[in-house]
Every structure is written in C-alpha cells, then in structure tokens.
C-alpha cells in the first residue's frame, strides 16, 4: 500500500509493532486515530507489518471495520481508498472483545500479541475515559504486557491528567505503578500542530529572534485559542471541565512553555521537558485576591454565527439551567526570571466566538521616540503572529511608508504561509503516533509538568469555587466583558482575531 505521494513524508519508518487502542469502538479511533494510521502506512511512515488491534466490547470485528470505514469517508474524506487498499489496510487490523474491568480480556489480548521479526513492540493507546487509565496500566503489569524485555511496551493517554493538583497526582501515582514514567506517553494534540512545533525551529533556528524575545523588547504575549463551535456532544465533560481546564492549563500553558523556554542544551524530549518546568515553576501563583483582576470568565448565551442562529449554553442538551461553567477564558500570568519579569502572558479561549482561530501573538514595545506623527497617526508597536489554526504560518507586522508624497504610515504585514512550503501538513496525530512508535517523547508531557501546571491553575479555580453566576457574552460576538481591563496597559489592547 506504500505509495508514491505528492506531500513529502520526512520521519524515520517506524519498526513493526502492534498497536492496541483500548475504546477502539469510540470517536477518537474513528475520527483521528485509524485516518492517521492509514496516512502514515501509505507514505511509509507506519511499517506494513504492523498489526493494529482493537479492544472493544460487544461488537464483531466485521462491525468494527465497518464502522471504520464510514468513519473515513466522514472524518477524512481526503483519504481515497480503492477495495484493494482498504483490503490491505483493514488485513492489519483485528479485534479482542472484552471489558476493560476484567482480566480474561488482558488474558486474550497477551495471546494476540504476536512477535514480529523476533520483537513484540507493542504501543497501547487508551482511547477510553480517563477513569480507565489506572485500571489498563494495572491489566497490563498483571500480564507481564509492560514489561520491555522483547521491546518497547509505550502507554498513550489523552487529556484531562485529573481535575486539579490531587487528582493529577493521583492519577500520575496509579500508572506509576505499573510503569516506568519513561513507558507514560501523554498526548497533547496541539503540540502535534505544526506551527506550533516550528516556534521552537523559529527561535532556535534563527539568530534574529533571540536577542529580541525578552523583557527588553517584548511588551507582552497573547496565546489563544478561538472556536466557534459550542460543546457539541460533550455536555457531561464540559459541565465538570470548563474552558479553564479544558483548554488553558493543557494545551496552552503548554505551548506558553515553548514561548518562554530558554533554549534546551539538545533537542532531546528531557533535555526540552527540562527547560519547559523551568517555565511553569517560574510562573507567579495568582493569589486569591488578584483572581478577579487577572482572570476573565464568561459564558456564551444565544446568538448568531455565520448567519445561523445558535442557542445559549445553558440551553444545550445536558446543562444545567443554572450552569455557571465558564465558555470563555482569559487569565493574565507573569513568569518571575530574568528573561521574562514584567511581561504579561495573556492567555485566552472561548467558544461560540466568530471565527475559529488559534494563535501566539508576539507584541513588542512601541518606538521610543515618533519621528513620523505628522498626521497624527503614530507608528504601532510591532508583532510577530504566529498563526497555528487556520492557514498555519507566520506574519510579522510592520510600519510602511504609505505612497505618495506625504509621510503617511500604514500597517505592512509579512506573511510566510506554511502552505507554500514544499511539504503537506501532518496532522497532528499523525505527527504524535509517529513520535510514540519512534520513542520520542519531546512533545509530550511529563508528571512532573503536568502536576506543576495544576499548581499554577488550583488558586484560581479554588477563588472560583463559590461561583454562583456568571457573564454572558452573545455567541457570535467579540464583546466579552473584562477584557479590555485584563488587557489594559498591554500596547494595543486585546488581539481579536478578527482577519
Ligand atoms: N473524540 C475526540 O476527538 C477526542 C479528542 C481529544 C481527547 N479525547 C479523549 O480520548 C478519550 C476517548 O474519547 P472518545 O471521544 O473516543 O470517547 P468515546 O467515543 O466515549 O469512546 C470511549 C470508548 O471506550 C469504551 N469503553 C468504555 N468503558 C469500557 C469498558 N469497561 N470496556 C471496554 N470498553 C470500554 C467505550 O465503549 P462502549 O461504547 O461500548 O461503551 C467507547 O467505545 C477520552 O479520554 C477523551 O477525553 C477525545
């Protein structure tokens, strides 16, 4: 099924291996895992020898890859298959049916195991609700299936790693366990994005960047994650999580730690992991009185997007009507080091917003003195935008002369779209499961991290604990109560993401 294709597949191929994806009957399979799989196998990422096995109950394993087919027409209909294709990819893949919660079902997946040229790589992806995660690592220690003597023997768990400081500590104590942390691979699809890995490339690479990207120059950050769908189906999550948790101390404090970062002494997944707790031990715990200044909360009520009307959150199927989880986010932390003392890192995210936009916006101090205000209109402060979702790529924005005879300005913007670059853009799991299968950990979280970031978001979420009521803001619109305060004193206000 190895093809010749347009995009260009870099990465070394990976060994043959099985690949066991616990849930294998849910959404995350379907809509991100098996199109992944296939894409890697057809650009010669994933070795063809490799065995995909799923652990399901209650279906067979015809169903099982019927379903999988229709979940490639739906969720990765880019992926053209012929039968004989299909025949190929659905030839690697095969079913242990059992409950997570009893043993015969570890018992039978150890006898599907099989060794491949005289290895028995094995990666176990839990696609399941995070209550599972101890219970597998328990299954899998009971059966010898994590021990690395005939290979390596990985474990993938996706986010939420607990609810707070205790629960991710408890979590991290239960698969700790059974595995080495070394074997505890915790995926954070937004790491997976490319723009988001180039921002390392970007400094690192680059010797411009570096001696500009501190206090000195730099007035403030802003991370962001716009979206304009609502919850969808994900009601019984979202009421419990919220926008603070979802979004902020997972994917964006992390992506903030490769912001801060000092450069690592190697590129290796310690040596970056090293530097990125540096960052998040750095970070100024918000005290309970200053929750209120450095923190926006708020929730979307009834409105319009895209000309469609959409309800309030409250009315979603179910929440509660007298919800106050928070849709939308905006917290305000400093990082007390030398590079960074003073520098606001604004933080943001929200849902039933107009667009659906993610970026790191980079906003320097403004000229120290105007030469040009003859009209009125002085120079803006400069910004390097870094878009990771929508149109990945960068933009840096400057000050132009605007022709003609008098010296007006006006805002010229650089723009380098990855788009035109001569490779494709992986998907991010693509990108992730590649890393598992190789070893490496760079762009996934430690314990230690993990724990750390709950630190700096307990404070904030014990202040919140009493909420009884909450803002509204119209789905559809940029007004969002607060923000121009939480922003206040940063050159230029909020950056909506309005282009
Ligand atoms: N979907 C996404 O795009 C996405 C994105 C990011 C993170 N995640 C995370 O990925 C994980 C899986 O999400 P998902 O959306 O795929 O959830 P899902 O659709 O609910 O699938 C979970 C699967 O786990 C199975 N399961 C639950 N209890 C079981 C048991 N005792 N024995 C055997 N199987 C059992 C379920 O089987 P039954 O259907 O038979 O109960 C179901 O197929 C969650 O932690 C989620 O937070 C998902």
Known sequence: MVETVSRRCLGEPTEPANIVIFGAGGDLTKRKLIPSLIKMLRCGLLHPKSRIIGVLKGRTEETWLESLYQGIRTYAPEISMDKAQWQTFSGMCRIVSGDLKQDETYVDLDAALEMIDGHCHAMFYCAVPPNWYGMIATGLKKMGLSDETAGFRRVVIEKPFGM????????????????????????????????????????????????????????????????????????????????????????????????????????????????????????????????????????????????????????????????????????????????????????????????????????FRKPPFNLFDVQGNPPLANALVFRVHPDEGIALRMNAKLPGLTTELKRSVMRAPYAEDEGDISDAYEVLLHDVLTGDATLFSRADEVEESWKIIDPILQAWEDKLSINRYQAGSWEIEGMDELLSGCELGWHKPTY
């Open 164 to 363: 707070d400081l205790e629960s991710a500590k408890k979590l991290n104590r239960e698969l700790q366990t059974s595995l080495d942390e070394s074997q505890i691979y915790r995926i954070d699809h937004y790491l997976g994005k490319e723009s988001v890995q180039n921002l390392l490339v970007y400094r690192f690479s680059n010797s411009i960047l570096e001696p500009l990207w501190n206090r000195n120059f730099i007035d403030h950050i802003q991370i962001s994650a716009a979206e304009s769908i609502g919850i969808e189906y994900r009601a019984n999550y979202y009421e419990k999580s919220g926008a603070l948790r979802d979004m902020i101390q997972s994917h964006l404090m992390q992506v903030m730690t490769l912001v801060a970062m000092e450069p690592p002494v190697e590129f290796t997944a310690d040596a970056v992991r090293d530097e990125k707790i540096k960052v998040l031990r750095a970070v100024r715990p918000i005290e309970t009185e200053d929750v209120k200044k450095q923190t926006v909360a708020a929730q979307y009520g009834a409105g319009h997007i895209g000309g469609d009307p959409v309800k309030s959150y409250v009315a979603e199927e179910g929440v509660s009507p007298e919800s106050a989880t928070e849709t939308f986010v905006a917290a305000r932390f400093y990082i007390d080091n030398w590079r960074w003392q003073g520098v606001p890192f604004v933080l943001w995210t929200g849902k039933r917003l107009p667009r659906r936009v993610s970026e790191i916006v980079i906003r």
